[in-house]
């Protein structure tokens, strides 16, 4: 059983700000951050009421043996009942992730789950088809994220049991909500939202504490988009 996915660090969030070491990375190219940040703001609307998706078994899933195409640009459509967002994938710095990522999305798998998991101005984090925190694909990739890596507001990374190594993922991702968590260098990067932060800080608000949300927030499909 997956031990529940990120370590709260006593959700003392650090007011650090970006930083960059000028890597191809979600998580430390200045560029990228701003960004994404740039697209924040405050809920604007109430999300539609859903009912929970049943819960499902997890794993029965095989990691993907081919990498994705390095030439090739692939983004997450996430669409919700409180909205949608992207994520564009950084191949560079967690290349299994982004290939695992995408062949679970074409598979449907992150279909009619939810973000199980809430914490206002820390992180949102879903992808657990048994809606528990304790689910995932059945298989686990690993790819360590540069020592410097700062998880700011935007930032997409995967989440991992405290005895995992570091860097690696089933299928539990997480997104950044405040400005700079403060977290270790721990967690798998997979890229950055560049639209729809709105939709994030919407799911955001509904955030009581630490765990579920005051209310279902559903993922009714992943898509995925190349360019």
């Not at 697209?39 to 929970?52: E, H, I, L, M, R």
């Not at 049943?54 to 990498?67: I, L, N, S, V, Y």
Request: hydrophobic share 35%; charged share 20%.
């Amino acid at each position: 059983m997956r031990l529940r996915a990120l370590l709260v660090l006593g959700l003392a969030l650090l007011a650090a700000g970006c930083g960059g070491n000028g890597n191809e990375s979600a998580a430390t190219t200045e560029a990228d951050t701003t960004a994404a940040a740039a697209t924040g703001g405050s809920p604007a609307t109430a999300c539609d009421t859903v009912d929970a998706p049943a819960p499902r078994e997890d794993g029965g899933q095989t990691a993907p043996k081919a990498p994705l195409d390095p030439q090739t640009r692939y983004e997450l459509v996430v669409s919700t009942n409180c909205g949608s967002f992207t994520i564009k994938l950084d191949q560079g710095v967690a290349p299994k992730t982004a290939a695992s990522l995408v062949a679970l999305a074409k598979d449907g798998f992150y279909d009619g789950t939810t973000f199980h998991r809430v914490v206002p101005s820390f992180v949102i984090q879903g992808g657990d088809p048994t809606g528990t925190g304790a689910g995932g694909p059945g298989y686990t990739t690993v790819d360590v994220p540069p020592d410097n890596s700062k998880y700011v507001r935007g930032v997409v990374a995967m989440a991992k049991g405290g005895a995992e190594p570091r860097g690696a993922s089933g299928s539990q991702f997480f997104v950044v909500t405040g400005e700079d968590v403060g977290l270790p260098p721990d967690y798998a990067i997979v890229g950055f939202v560049t639209e729809g932060m709105d939709t994030v800080m919407k799911i955001d608000a509904l955030g009581v504490g630490d765990g579920p949300p005051s209310q279902t927030v559903a993922i009714d499909k992943v898509t995925v988009r190349t360019s």
